[in-house]
Structures are given as structure tokens and as C-alpha cells.
């Protein structure tokens, strides 16, 4: 029986295949280009493309695609095969260097915020060496960027390589600083966490809803949903344990470090997380990861949600972020070591990141807005939106002692005892967890918590990236031009600490008062929606720090606004029109056919005894009736509005009117709705309840 250590890999070329596969002085070359990014060798890319094709067809690929994210928020592929035809009529396989570095799909129907014409359809993808390629479905997937004719990027790799690069930049020169001349590169490494919800496909077929906005629109609480915390840690259903065996088999085979998985807090919900690696590698992976999850589902009677909110008043699924930086020879800056106190460059790293943080609340909120996750922030499973880091006891007292120049007393460590003598004593980490920050200190490294379940999570680690480079370029600035480091350093990290310490909350995120506490005394920015936040975008500040790195030119940051509004504005449309549709076509017409028995019933029942009240019946009727043109009436209310939601050419104005006119409208209609559920006899309910989806025999 083969093992994982037999299996893991085994669809990919990664650096063992290549060293084994490829001429040595090409291996070297290639491993230069991936590790200290020099430009590749166009006599090394026909040699890999070669021994590329060579491996993958072995193991029965017969095409290749350039595997590139859109600003669509998933992947996108074009399949071409390796067979050209040979002299005596048959065909030989081939693949060449130039084909392995570029690609030109069809760049007129991806979204470009106006960057594109329809008529102007020529893009480019290009090889992203650093990001190994995969065997999927019979091809070869080799991730790329992808950016159009005139040179804007059209993808999320893009900047993301760009804010990379940034930042390692803006790193270096404060190590070379701290007499640190041998490291070359400075690399952001990223760890997500991903939840989903698993539903049954058969029932998830007979819900409109599921099918076209992948969340539910209507639904009654059902009389069980997550009060007890049962299924938290719980034990694994076969069904979905069997889900969970083959899914780690195939994201195994694709080099992919799924590492731990378990039953998370809603019903039918769950989460797995993986080893993290290098930001631009883990983005692609996670993409990868959602997709073959999915796939999976399917082949177990199962459809995966990825959606945010699925389900109302059940806790809805968010992916965390954990963040960190670390050189090429293996030195992780955000590692406090025995004594941080005494540790200045660590802390010079960590007030970069304070300051980053609080100088772009707004791009961090921004990073992570959609319509989906604007269900979910804010909620009791979710962070606010209000942005805040959490360090713990031991940091906030380091950088109150440095701030206010006093010795530090440190935290003592603590022998946890937990009153059996056979239970084994450990030491108790000098701070706790907080599961309601949204960016949060974690011993080494950062935890996002405010990304949602379907984000890429090339945006948050776009804007994370770029702001700590901004830190980063501001202290090298100074420090390289001070007489004394020593002194500026102190100064410098002592002046941080005093301008941003109102980011710092270690507190109940979930608190109204922190919320008061947070707009009205720190200042800090609250953004309920990604139309109040989305805009923001292109404020000067924003503009300035994104341009002046070249993350993003000011052309790209425009289009990246105008098309995350619209997709905000289409998909809120979409939820409406499914709505009015299920309404209309499902909903009444099942309430009115179960008043009509009740109401034949209560007729029957008088013929046989005409002195019988038929008080529970008329009632019944009468309840019926009134939600039957309740949801009549505001049906039509809804409808109505949809059309007036397309009267502008300003996205930024429809954004406005969606959020301010008809999501309010869409919560009116699913009120009566909903009420009508827990009135109409379920054989009459025309599609599964709460208590079926989330309660299936699984």
C-alpha cells in the first residue's frame, strides 16, 4: 500500500523532477531565477519546456495551459495539446520554450475595469517560475501572470509578485542596517485557513437559490442550530471523513501541504489548514485548493459552499491569513526570541506592521470586501469591521515600557497545573489567544481573521505587503540618514508606539462599547460595506503609496475599484432576482395551495358537523392570507426596484442605491417569507429547509 511520503508531489515539477530532469548548469540557472529573482535564460526555458513536457506526458497529460487568475476571483485556463502533425500523417509531441514562458488567451471578456475594449482582445500570460507547475485533469498547468497588450496587469499575481518584491526591497535595506550583508532576499510566507460548509447535491439541486448566489436567500431558523457548540472539534461523520481522505490524497498529489482538518462551530460546517509557504505559492495553491474541493464534494453526493454566509443566524465561513516575514536563509523577522525586549530589530519589524496597519486601515478592510463577506464581518463568528491588532500581555508591555522609558518587569512563565497529578506540566505561553481580533499577534507571525471563505488571498496579502514596504522605505529613510542609529532607532520605535498605539486592542472585539471606544475616541475607521469602503481605494494616500512601489499604476488601482463594485452591484442584482423569482414561482404558490387544504379542510369538517368552530383552521387560513399578500406586496416592491438599480454609469452611485435601497427590500421580503415556512406543512414547502441542509444524514 502506497504511503503519502510515496505519493506527495507526484503531479508536480518541483525542484526534486528538476534536478533530476534537467541539465545541471540549467538546473542552476533556473534555481537563480526562482531564488533571487535574475532574469531567466531564454536557452533555459527550452530546456525545461522539454523536459517539462517529457515528464508530464509520462504521466498522460496531453495538453498544457497557461493557469492564470483573473479579476474574476478564480482561476482561468486555456488548453492546448502538445501534438503537432509528423511527415507520415501521425503526430509527435512538443512543447517549446516560448510556449512555456508566454502565452496570448483572449483578453476582451475578462474584467478590466475599463482598461480593455472588447474589440482590443489580445492579452498575455507569463511564466511565474517561482510557482511550480502541476499535472490536473490530463494537463499541465503552468501558473502564470496575466496582463494585457499595453502592459496593465490583469490578474491578481501580478501585483502581488510587485508587492513581494516591494517589500523585500524595502527589508533589505534595514538588515544591511543592522549588519546583515549576506541575505539577498526577504520573502513574505502565508498559511490560510479554510472553512466551508458541505451540503447534500441532492438537496442543494432543489434550492434555486444554492444554485445561483451560493447562498441561501430564504430559510427559518431550524429548531437546532450551533447553541450547544457540539460540533465544534467533533467527531468526523463518515461520510465527510471519507470526503476529507480523498480530498488530502489529491491536494497531496499536487504538492500541496494540507495539514490539519476537523468539524468547525455551524452545522455541516468545517476547515482545513494548510503548512504556509512562500505568499505568491500559497495563493495559487489555495486557489487550487478550493477548486479540487469542490471536484471532491461531488464525487461523495456533496456540493462544497464557499460562500460566507450560507446560512443565516449559523456562524458563516471566513479564511485566515496567517502572515509572516523571514529571509532567503531561513531568519523569521517577526520572531520575538528569548528576550524581545532587548530584540531591536524585531522590534523595529513589528512597529513597521503597527504602523502599516493603522496607516491603511482602510486598504487592509478594502483587501477583503465583497458582497458575501459584508454578511459575515462584524457578525459573532466574524471580526468588525472596524480594524484592530491584537499583541498580547508581553508585547503591549514591552512597547509601554520603551514608550514611556521605563525598565520593562516582563511576564512570568507559568507552569500550567491542571490538578491531575498523571496530566504532564508545560509552560503557559505569555499570552492568550483572541479569536475576535482582526489581525492578530500569534508567537511568530500575523493572523488575518477578516478574509472571506471565497477571497483569493492575493488581495489582503497585496495591501499587507505594500503597507509594511511603506513602514519599512520611511524607517530606512531615516535611520540611513542619521548620525547615531543607535539613538534614531530607539527614537524611532519609540515615536511609532506613540502615534499608533490606538490600533493596539486586546480586548472583546465583539464588545459594542469597544466599537464606540474604537470611531469615537481612537479614530479608527468603520466600514460596514464595500460600498462604504470600496471607494477608498483611490483616495490620494492610497494612490501615492501603491504607485510610488509600483505595486499598481493609477490606471490599475481605477479598473480594480470599478470592478469590484461592479461585481458587488451584479451580485446583489443576481440575489435579487433569484429572490422575486423563488417568491413567485415557488413560494406563494405553496402558501396559497396549503391555505386552500386548510381551507377545504375546515369546509369539510363544517358539512359533517355544523356546530364545529374550525378555530385552529380559520386561524391558520387567516395567518396564511395575510403573509400570502404580504409577500405579494413586497415582492412587487422588489421587483420594482430592480430595474431603478441600473440608472447610473457611476458604479460608485449604484453601489450606494443596491446598499441603500434594495438590500433593505431584500430583507423585507425574506421576513414574511420566512414566516410562512414555519406555518405551511413541510410536504408543501417547495424547496429543503435549514434543518434538512444543515442536519442531513452525513
Not at 531565477?33 to 498522460?60: H, Y
Not at 488581495?459 to 540611513?480: F, G, P, Q, T, W
Not at 480586548?507 to 459594542?512: I, P
Request: glycine share 6%; with cysteine; proline share 5%.
Amino acid at each position: 500500500m502506497a504511503t503519502v511520503s510515496d505519493y506527495f508531489g507526484s503531479m508536480v515539477f518541483d525542484d526534486r523532477v528538476m534536478r533530476a530532469k534537467l541539465p545541471a548548469d540549467v538546473y542552476q540557472s533556473l534555481r537563480k531565477t526562482i531564488d533571487e529573482g535574475k532574469k531567466l535564460n531564454p536557452n533555459v526555458a527550452n530546456a525545461v519546456a522539454e523536459a517539462m513536457k517529457n515528464w508530464a506526458v509520462e504521466r498522460g497529460a496531453t495538453h498544457f495551459t497557461h493557469w492564470f487568475q483573473p479579476l474574476t476571483g478564480i482561476t482561468a485556463e486555456k488548453h492546448e495539446s502538445f501534438i503537432t502533425p509528423s511527415p507520415d500523417g501521425g503526430v509527435i509531441m512538443e512543447f517549446s520554450g516560448k510556449e512555456l514562458i508566454q502565452g496570448e488567451p483572449d483578453a476582451s471578456s475578462f474584467p478590466s475595469g475599463g482598461l480593455r475594449a472588447t474589440f482590443e482582445a489580445r492579452g498575455y500570460t507569463a511564466w511565474d517560475p517561482t510557482s511550480y507547475a502541476f499535472i490536473k485533469d490530463k494537463a499541465l498547468c503552468i501558473p502564470t501572470a496575466f496582463g494585457s497588450y499595453g502592459g496593465h496587469a490583469l490578474d491578481k499575481k501580478t501585483p502581488l509578485l510587485r508587492s513581494m518584491e516591494a517589500l523585500s526591497k524595502q527589508a533589505l535595506r534595514i538588515l544591511h542596517l543592522f549588519g546583515n550583508d549576506t541575505v539577498k532576499r526577504v520573502v513574505t510566507s502565508v498559511g490560510p485557513e479554510q472553512e466551508y460548509f458541505l451540503v447534500s447535491k441532492e438537496l442543494y439541486d432543489k434550492r434555486p437559490d444554492l444554485r445561483f448566489t451560493g447562498r441561501t436567500l430564504f430559510g427559518a431558523k431550524p429548531p437546532k442550530g450551533q447553541e450547544l457548540d457540539d460540533h465544534y472539534f467533533g467527531a468526523i461523520k463518515p461520510v465527510v471523513a471519507s470526503f476529507m481522505e480523498e480530498l488530502n490524497e489529491e491536494l497531496w498529489k499536487v504538492g500541496i501541504f494540507a495539514k490539519t482538518e476537523h468539524n468547525e462551530v455551524a452545522p455541516s460546517q468545517h476547515e482545513l489548514a494548510v503548512i504556509y509557504t512562500t505568499t505568491n505559492i500559497a495563493t495559487d495553491q489555495n486557489q487550487l485548493t478550493m477548486e479540487i474541493m469542490q471536484k471532491v464534494a461531488v464525487k461523495h453526493g456533496l456540493v462544497c459552499l464557499l460562500h460566507e454566509k450560507p446560512f443565516a443566524g449559523v456562524n458563516g465561513s471566513g479564511k485566515h491569513n496567517n502572515w509572516s516575514i523571514a529571509t532567503d536563509d531561513g531568519q523569521n523577522l517577526l520572531s520575538p526570541g528569548e528576550t524581545p525586549y532587548e530584540n531591536a530589530q524585531f522590534l523595529l519589524f513589528l512597529c513597521a506592521v503597527l504602523k502599516a496597519v493603522d496607516d491603511y486601515q482602510d486598504l487592509l478592510r478594502i483587501s477583503v470586501a465583497t458582497a458575501g463577506n459584508d454578511h459575515r464581518l462584524g457578525a459573532n463568528e466574524a471580526p468588525p469591521a472596524v480594524i484592530s491588532v491584537f499583541l498580547g500581555e508581553e508585547l503591549t508591555g514591552i512597547l509601554e515600557a520603551i514608550e514611556t522609558d521605563t525598565p520593562y518587569q516582563g511576564v512570568e512563565k507559568k507552569q500550567l497545573k491542571l490538578g491531575v497529578n498523571v496530566l504532564p506540566r508545560f509552560t503557559r505561553d505569555t499570552t492568550d489567544r483572541n479569536r475576535t481580533s482582526p489581525f492578530a499577534f500569534t508567537g511568530n507571525k500575523f493572523e488575518f481573521r477578516m478574509l472571506g471563505s471565497s477571497n483569493s488571498i492575493a488581495c489582503a496579502n497585496i495591501m499587507l505587503n505594500s503597507a509594511v514596504a511603506e513602514s519599512l522605505k520611511i524607517y530606512a529613510d531615516r535611520l540611513e540618514a542619521a548620525e547615531n542609529f543607535e539613538t534614531a532607532l530607539h527614537e524611532m520605535i519609540k515615536k511609532t508606539i506613540k502615534d499608533h498605539k490606538r490600533i493596539i486592542f486586546n480586548g472583546n472585539g465583539y464588545d459594542e462599547s469597544w466599537l464606540k471606544e474604537a470611531t469615537e475616541v481612537r479614530g479608527l475607521l468603520n466600514y460596514r460595506t464595500t460600498a462604504d469602503c470600496m471607494p477608498h481605494l483611490l483616495d490620494e494616500k492610497n494612490v501615492e503609496m501603491l504607485t510610488s512601489h509600483r505595486v499598481f499604476s493609477e490606471a490599475e488601482l481605477r479598473s480594480r475599484c470599478e470592478i469590484m463594485l461592479e461585481n458587488y452591484c451584479k451580485s446583489i442584482l443576481i440575489e435579487a432576482r433569484t429572490m422575486v423569482d423563488m417568491a413567485k414561482t415557488q413560494i406563494l404558490p405553496a402558501v396559497e395551495s396549503y391555505a386552500a387544504e386548510v381551507a377545504a379542510t375546515a369546509a369539510t369538517k363544517k358539512a359533517i358537523l355544523p356546530d364545529l368552530s374550525c378555530a385552529y383552521e380559520s386561524s391558520l387560513v387567516k395567518k396564511l392570507s395575510e403573509k400570502v399578500d404580504e409577500i405579494a406586496a413586497r415582492t412587487a416592491e422588489l421587483e420594482r426596484a430592480i430595474p431603478e438599480m441600473d440608472g447610473t454609469d457611476d458604479t460608485i452611485q449604484e453601489a450606494y442605491k443596491i446598499r441603500d435601497t434594495l438590500l433593505p427590500k431584500m430583507t423585507e421580503l425574506r421576513i414574511p417569507c420566512d414566516e410562512a415556512e414555519t406555518l405551511t406543512a413541510k410536504k408543501y414547502w417547495p424547496f429543503p429547509t435549514y434543518a434538512d441542509l444543515m442536519f442531513a444524514g452525513k
